[in-house]
């Protein structure tokens, strides 16, 4: 081959490449959050799910993609195991439909869906139809490439090192090597099919010695889920399993098969002289019927999946941790999927530190009305650890901001990074509550009846408030409404407080520095109130349906 023809080669494959990406980012900017709508709604009815996972990977083209997200689905909680099995087998049908595209030979309208796409990107100003349009453009700068890497390679059909190259791919271990080695570089099975085509088409390769490759190819696809399993939950990881598990179960069944029977010859028959077609029929037969022999011991690959990687408790014990975010999540562009995972993340990561927020406030009340200033160390040690919740959620939702290009995720993400402070902050004012438990012990002060009286009210109404924090999840009128009486209540609660202490020290029945102890309380009971409003404000704003 020239250098010319190497030259064409690369800027094909570039462009075949950049043109799946544009795709995938299109959809995602144009679905945003919708992703999760769609994975929320799922039962347990695993043909629901496999129809799920075909439909996504079918658009997006990847399963790499699907599965990457499903990974992530899972490690943040919004998918279970075995709902995540449907979905890995529906993702290995639905990629199937770029080979059975590009079978189609639609490159001579290529051009055009590429120049239609770039209209709508240039000269649209609405942002949703310049989605669509990266989509279209997408489409066809795939199928320019693809035309681009077949022309390039009939060269290769006179080279005897290439076409001796391409023989030993009739060793089925050689094949399925290749095919694993080269998909695991590019981290796309539906790129590196196209790839296939683009040979088989050139003439360089048979569909005997292709087969093997494909089955190879099915394999290497695992790896992009692997990567992105690393640093999640072990159930995650499991996902991850269970689709390794399926391609190799597929390739070896397969490769058997081609063996002992004559089933390259039958798929040449349904579609002689169409290389590209007999590899994508291939493909799809190699998917469904994988799918289709492995559906009924769906939930046995979640139990294997789990016997191969069974829980280590205790192994993040002492250990500040983020049980839900993952720092993967947050750099780089966010891929399909993405947006969805790292915002429910970081809704159950604010949740749990919103747990942790109401332990102290709780645990500084019971400090002051039980005379336990033990309890403030406590307080102190879990309050360093909000801290740290505080910092690394802040360092994910940056990463987000920056990278997101959905508007209504865009505003849901700068609410939860206000969210994030005031939590913070409330727990902030439960230390300096559990502070007052040591001083009050250290100076032997002592609250009259009265006062500890309303300390029991404001500890009552400040949990009552606290439990209102599943706005953060969920977010039904109601409970903003609740919020909002809270907050008056809180309000009302110190304007009367503090004439009752007024009151008492009038009479003589209250010492000056328990005054100023009891009077910095009442400031911090009111800013707990006030940090809980601006949390309801903050999810009462921004966009629902997520």
């Not at 109404?461 to 009128?477: F, G, K, R, W, Y």
Request: proline share 2%; glycine share 8%; with cysteine.
């Amino acid at each position: 081959m020239s250098i010319i023809g190497v030259f064409s080669l690369l800027g094909g494959l570039g462009l075949f490449l950049y043109g799946m990406q544009m795709m995938s980012g299109g959809l995602e900017a144009a679905a945003g959050n919708r992703m999760k709508q769609i994975l929320e709604k799922l039962t347990a009815n695993r043909f629901l799910g496999v129809i799920v996972g075909a439909g996504i990977t079918a658009v997006i083209q990847s399963s790499s993609a699907t599965t990457v997200m499903v990974v992530g689905f899972v490690n943040s909680g919004m998918m279970t195991l075995r709902q995540a099995v449907w979905i890995i087998m529906g993702a290995n049908v639905g990629t199937t439909i770029t080979g059975q595209l590009i079978a189609l030979d639609v490159g001579a309208i290529a051009p055009l869906l590429a120049f239609i796409g770039v209209l709508m990107v240039v000269f649209i100003k609405k942002l949703k139809v310049q989605h669509y349009g990266q989509i279209v453009a997408g489409l066809g700068i795939l199928f320019i490439g693809m035309g681009m890497m077949s022309d390039a390679m009939v060269p290769l059909r006179n080279s005897a090192a290439f076409v001796d190259l391409m023989t030993k791919f009739s060793n089925p271990l050689l094949g399925i090597l290749a095919g694993a080695v080269f998909t695991a570089v590019i981290q796309s099975s539906s790129a590196s099919v196209g790839i296939l085509q683009a040979l088989a088409v050139s003439g360089v390769i048979g569909l005997d010695n292709a087969v093997f490759v494909l089955f190879g190819q099915n394999i290497g696809t695992c790896i992009t889920a692997v990567l992105a399993a690393v640093g999640t939950s072990r159930n995650a990881k499991r996902a991850t399993v269970i689709h390794l598990i399926f391609n190799v179960f597929g390739t070896v069944l397969f490769t058997i098969i081609c063996i002992a029977f004559p089933l390259t010859s039958f798929v040449e028959g349904l579609t002689p002289g169409n290389p590209p077609a007999q590899i994508a029929n291939m493909h799809t037969l190699f998917n469904i019927a994988t799918t289709i022999l492995l559906l009924p011991f769906g939930t046995k690959l979640a139990r294997l999946a789990e016997r191969l990687l069974p829980e280590r408790p205790g192994e993040t014990s002492g250990v500040y941790t983020l049980e839900f975010m993952k720092q993967a999540d947050y750099h780089g562009e966010l891929s399909i999927g993405a947006s969805a995972i790292a915002i429910n993340s970081v809704r159950n990561e604010l949740v749990r530190m919103a747990d942790m927020a109401r332990e102290n406030v709780d645990m500084s009340f019971r400090s002051i009305l039980e005379r336990k200033p033990e309890l403030a160390a406590l307080v102190e040690e879990r309050e360093e650890y909000v801290d740290y919740l505080n910092q690394e959620i802040t360092k994910g939702i940056s990463r987000m901001i920056v990278n997101e290009t959905n508007d209504r995720d865009s505003e849901l993400i700068s609410a939860l990074f206000k969210v994030t402070g005031n939590l913070e902050r409330i727990s902030d004012h439960a230390m300096n509550l559990a502070g007052y438990a040591k001083l009050m012990d250290k100076l032997h002060i002592t609250l009259s009846k009265s006062a500890s009286g309303e300390v029991e009210q404001m500890h009552r109404v400040s949990l009552e408030a606290m439990n209102t924090m599943s706005c953060i999840q969920d977010e039904p009128e109601e409970l903003f409404r609740q919020i909002e009486e809270l907050e008056q209540r809180i309000d009302d609660m110190t304007a009367m407080f503090r004439k009752s202490q007024i009151g008492r020290l009038r009479e003589g029945k209250c010492n000056e520095e328990a005054c100023v102890i009891y009077s910095e309380m009442l400031t911090d009971f009111e800013r707990i109130g006030d940090h809980i409003l601006n949390i309801g404000q903050e999810m009462k704003g921004c966009p629902s349906g997520v």
